[in-house]
C-alpha cells in the first residue's frame, strides 16, 4: 500500500513539473488522472482482489480520464490531480519547500533515467520545454 501512494504523490509531482516547464501558452494540457480503483483483470491477481465489492468497472474508471482528455475545463485541470472527474485536492506535501525540491529532483533524475535509454532526451527537453 506504501508503494501505491508513493507511486500516485510522484505522478502528482512529476505532471506539476512538466506543466511548469511547458512553453506559455500551449495547447497541450497535462494531469495526473487517478481513475480510482477497478474491477479489471490485472485486479484480480492483485493483493487488492478482496475489495472487488469496491471497485468501480473498467468503463467507470475511464470518465476521468475522458474528461480531463476532452473537457471544456481542460485549463482549470491542468498541472492538477484529477479523481472522479473533478480536480482533486492534493497533498499539503506537494506545495511545500520540501515537496517542490523532490518534485524537481525527481524531475532531473527521471530525465537522467531516459536520458541512458535514448540520447535524444536532453536535446528533446531543451527543445520543447522550458528551464526552470
Known sequence: KQMYCISKLMSVMFVRELEARLPK?????????????????????????????????????????????????????????MTSCKVGEESTFVASPDGKELSRRLWDETIQLLSQVDSRIPEITEKYLRSI
Request: hydrophobic residues 40%.
Open 25 to 81: 501558452p500551449t495547447p497541450v494540457i497535462v494531469c495526473a488522472v487517478d481513475p480510482g480503483l477497478c474491477y479489471t483483470e490485472m485486479m484480480l491477481k492483485s493483493p487488492a482482489k478482496s475489495l472487488t465489492w469496491f471497485a468501480r468497472t473498467a468503463e467507470e474508471g475511464s470518465r476521468t480520464l475522458l474528461h480531463a482528455a476532452i473537457s471544456d475545463e481542460a485549463h482549470a485541470m491542468h498541472g492538477r490531480y
